[in-house]
């Protein structure tokens, strides 16, 4: 029997199987799913086994080395769905398995140096000193080279070798029960000497409690040590065995478990259309629509207990970003044990411990970010994907895939309905639900009857005729009065890309760029230094201006910090949070502040993107944002798109209970129909608007995109591919593509490197595929050059830097 071995080498000679006989030891064990560890080359690595074959000609086969896994970590499903991604994306099959794996399940290689000659060169024999092997690290830390090694590995003297090293931890407790020995406990106590009084409490325990209890527990309440468990361990009178358990990031953390209220009728009418949806091959794709505070999570949640109730599974994705601990305690609150989550701020072995809840279907439900709609569940009943307009569901690095293609895949596999909610839908998803492919649910209305919270609009240019400075205007300055008075909350939104640091020279204007990227530095206050948010150089801040060498270089724009500062001068009796990358970076402190805030221990909440989404605060009547237009004047089609719903989430945080709510949006262009329709909540018409423009300009979703970036150290080469590309595209696609470029892309230099691009704009191109993958097998050899050629294809790109 030979087993079918995806092997860890990303290259395009090595995407497919290979051939491994598999040890009589494992031929019990072994199933489709499982990691191995193969020989391949000289290397020992990690594989995942995809199929098995009869196959008489062995001879030159080779065995696998060791099957890791005990439970295969692919399903059947996920295996079918890594080859389907892989050539979505073009990625290699491996690149996709792995994709869909916790981190740690994910091989780590140890590099090991060792000795094959019995008498080493001098030099080498003081460095091995009589031993076979040296770790990389000894080795590094010697004063040998990569050539020295080179040479004596040429020689004949060394030989490199890998290993693997799963990174997979479990974490272990040991647990105490009685001894096998059937005698009763009491006789037991009887034959220890009376003085002994520890160990005897120590089996008086399990008198009123015979079951297993976790050592450290057992210690702590009898309050005693090793020193007199030991003893009774030795004796068999108490047993002890190691048992694994799964790390609970929420240990400690009590919820407030909620039962579900009763649904308003437009609610009810969505649910019972998704709970309602036969088992279907092509599955039934809903696109709630209900603007902000309507009650869509609730129709989620009903919706997943119905489906758990019929004995099904359910995926629920969230944003990142609006994975907050209020979301968590929602889910937690009605699902309690049967719902595990998954979201970047849980330490690696956490993320592992539970995906293992649901490898081993220890629950039911999982929340989570983007690659959780890879959780192997076996018997999916729903998907649902919140917020479905965020481009964060689409992975931008290694294989670029979208949560939403890979949902309705996994859909159609499972015959499930797929719900994608929003309160501003993207225009794709839209547009799918007017041609009928997808259902649309709506829910027009706020809970409470509570109307949609009125939104001023302060154009910021009067502001400045009339002599303000400040980056708060009036209007908002004394609404803000207002609430401190009321004892009511406000939240001050701005957005982080307009507000980043740079610093110029006041005389001569020079601004510090990264001389590796075409970007200006950040200031970076606390350590008085410059970064490059691309490429991590950095540099003190310079104390005179390199150009013109004035001493008034001074750092422009506003961080977070600064705006928290004038905001304490402007209102000194304000009690402020502040929300940013840097007071949520510690464990815990994202969930601390907003706690603080919920008790209503602040006044004013101040924050960027992390605050736009998903808070429930029934407190909160005003929403100020700061500076509307920084997301418009991103070189991007969807600028409009996004501040359109950017605008719409923020101020969907005002008066979501009880107390009306109020925003105040500042703009420099006040007029601009995204601005102007956000402040109106009218999605319809925005939607008209903004479609008319797409169409004009054949944008999605009138036409699919394709982006290729080309980059290389050089300019003249990277534009000279470039060329080449498009005119290879422009020969083969067919005539109703449009193939534009070579044109230098936005960021026209990232890490010293040059980066042009060239976009197809189609409609359709079933071959499209083929002719992308001839012309990465064509710039395959030059692209493994180190510091070489990078081609980056992207399949309908969200990012168009
Ligand atoms: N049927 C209901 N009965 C009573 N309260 C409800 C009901 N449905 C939702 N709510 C409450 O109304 C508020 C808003 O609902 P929810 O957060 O689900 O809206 P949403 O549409 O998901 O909001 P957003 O998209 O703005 O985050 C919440 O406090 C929620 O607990
Ligand atoms: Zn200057
Ligand atoms: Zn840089």
């Given at each position: 029997m030979i087993a079918k071995v995806i092997v860890d080498v990303p290259t395009n000679q090595t995407n497919r199987p290979f051939d491994y006989l598999i040890p009589e030891e494992f031929t019990h064990v072994i199933d489709i799913g499982m990691r191995v560890i193969v020989p391949f080359g000289p290397r020992k690595i990690l594989g995942y086994v995809v199929g098995f074959e009869e196959r008489t000609d062995v001879e030159k086969v080779k065995s696998l080395e060791e099957v890791l896994d005990v439970t295969p970590v692919l399903t059947p499903e996920l295996l079918r769905l890594g080859k389907w991604l892989a050539s979505r994306t073009l990625s290699f099959y491996i690149s996709c398995l792995q994709v869909m794996?916790?981190?740690?399940l994910k091989a780590k290689y140890k590099k090991e140096i060792w000795r094959i000659e019995e008498h080493l060169p001098e030099e080498l024999e003081n460095l091995f000193q009589g031993s076979d092997v040296l770790t990389s690290e000894e080795w590094e830390a010697s004063s040998f080279k990569y050539h020295h090694l080179k040479k004596w590995v040429d020689d004949g003297y060394l030989d490199v070798r890998y290993e693997v090293k799963s990174k997979e931890t479990k974490r272990k407790i040991t647990v105490i029960e009685p001894g096998a020995d059937p005698v009763r406990l009491e006789e037991l106590i009887a034959e220890i000497p009376a003085q002994a009084k520890k160990q005897r409490a120590l089996i008086d325990f399990f008198v009123d409690y015979p079951d297993p209890i976790p050592k450290k527990d057992l210690l702590n309440f009898v309050k005693t040590t090793d020193a007199s468990l030991n003893p009774l361990l030795k004796k068999g009178y108490l047993q002890s065995y190691s048992q694994e358990i799964l790390r609970d990031p929420y240990e400690g953390h009590t919820f407030t478990s909620t039962s579900p209220p009763p649904l308003t009728r437009y609610q009810q009418q969505a649910m019972d259309e998704i709970v309602g949806s036969v088992k279907n091959e092509k599955p039934d794709v809903y696109l709630l629509h209900g603007v902000t505070g309507s009650g869509k999570t609730e129709v989620y949640m009903q919706s997943i207990q119905e489906v758990l109730a019929r004995g099904e599974e359910a995926i629920m994705l969230v944003p990142e970003i609006a994975l907050t601990p209020q979301m968590v305690e929602r889910f937690k609150g009605r699902f309690g044990s049967k719902v595990a989550v998954l979201h970047s701020a849980l330490s690696a072995g956490e993320k592992y411990d539970e995906w293992r809840k649901i490898q081993r279907r220890d629950v039911q439900v999982v929340v989570g970010?983007?690659?959780?709609?890879?959780?192997?569940?076996?018997?999916?009943g729903l998907i649902i994907i919140d917020e479905e307009h965020e481009t964060s569901y689409k992975q931008e690095d290694r294989t670029r895939y979208h949560a939403r293609d890979v949902a309705l895949k996994r859909a159609s596999e499972h015959g499930c309905p797929v719900v994608l909610g929003s309160a501003t839908p993207s225009l794709e998803s839209f547009a799918r639900a007017q041609k009928g492919n997808y259902r649309l649910l709506e829910l027009p209305e706020r809970m409470n009857e509570q109307a949609m919270p009125t939104v001023e609009l302060v154009d910021m240019r009067d502001e400045l005729h009339e002599g303000n400075r400040s980056m708060f205007s009036q209007s908002l300055k004394a609404k803000l009065e207002e609430r401190l008075q009321k004892g009511e909350q406000s939240v001050l939104f701005l957005n982080r890309r307009g507000y980043s640091t740079f610093v110029m020279c006041r005389d001569c204007g020079h601004v510090v760029e990264c001389p590796y990227c075409d970007i200006s530095m950040t200031y970076h206050r606390n350590q008085e230094r410059l970064k490059c948010h691309y490429c991590s150089f950095e540099k003190p801040m310079p104390?005179?201006?390199?150009?013109?060498?004035?001493?008034?270089i001074r750092y422009f724009g506003t961080g977070t910090q600064k705006v928290e500062e004038h905001l304490q001068q402007l209102i000194p009796e304000a009690r402020i949070i502040r929300m940013d990358v840097d007071t949520t970076r510690r464990k815990g402190a994202h969930e601390k502040l907003l706690t603080k805030f919920g008790n209503n221990e602040a006044d004013i909440l101040l924050g960027t993107q992390m605050i736009a989404k998903g808070l429930d605060f029934g407190n909160v009547t005003l929403v100020g944002v700061l500076a509307a237009d920084s997301l418009l004047n991103l070189p991007d089609f969807r600028a409009s798109e996004k501040t359109f719903q950017l605008l719409t989430q923020v101020s969907g945080r005002a008066g979501r209970h009880e107390k009306e709510g109020e925003v105040v949006v500042q703009t420099y262009t006040p007029d601009h129909y995204s601005i102007q329709l956000a402040s109106t909540y009218d999605f319809n018409r925005f939607y008209e608007e903004e479609m008319k423009y797409r169409k004009m300009f054949h944008y999605p979703p009138f036409y699919y995109l394709t982006l290729l970036t080309v980059s290389h150290p050089n300019t003249f080469q990277a534009q000279e591919v470039t060329r080449k590309i498009a005119q290879y595209l422009k020969q083969n696609l067919s005539e109703t593509a449009e193939v534009l470029g070579p044109t230098p892309s936005p960021l026209e230099r990232i890490n010293n490197r040059y980066r042009y691009q060239t976009m197809v704009k189609y409609k359709s191109e079933p071959d499209q595929q083929k002719y992308v993958q001839r012309i990465m097998n064509y710039y395959e050899s030059e692209m493994k050059e180190q510091n070489g050629l990078q081609i980056i294809v992207d399949f309908q790109p969200y990012q168009l830097m």
């Open positions: 794996l916790p981190q740690v970010a983007r690659s959780a709609i890879f959780a192997p569940f076996r018997n999916l104390s005179k201006c390199p150009e013109c060498e004035s001493k008034t």
